[in-house]
């Protein structure tokens, strides 16, 4: 649902944007490039919701107004899997 998107959506932004948490390693230089580390994350991380249940698909509206969210992908073999009468076309 839209709530539980807008949480995950807040874990992958470091503050003041979201609540990821972080800690000194080597993407950053070990501190010495934090903020640039920091301001270059929040502006190209992605979040992508996989829609993989009959639940998602109920809420699947709902899922996609999440503040955060940058797309969606449907796991189809999950979906078929789950919901057998349903023939989906793939097309790669």
Do not use: C
């Amino acid at each position: 649902n839209k709530s539980e998107a807008d949480s995950l959506g807040d874990l992958i932004l470091f503050p003041p944007a979201g609540k990821r948490s972080f800690g000194v390693n080597r993407a950053h230089g070990y501190g010495k490039k934090f903020d640039n580390y920091l301001n270059e994350w929040n502006t190209n991380a992605a979040y992508i919701a996989q829609i993989e249940t009959k639940e998602a698909i109920a809420n699947i509206t709902d899922i996609v107004s999440s503040n955060n969210l940058n797309g969606v992908m449907i796991g189809q073999i999950f979906l078929i899997m789950l919901i057998p009468e349903t023939h989906l076309i793939i097309i790669f």
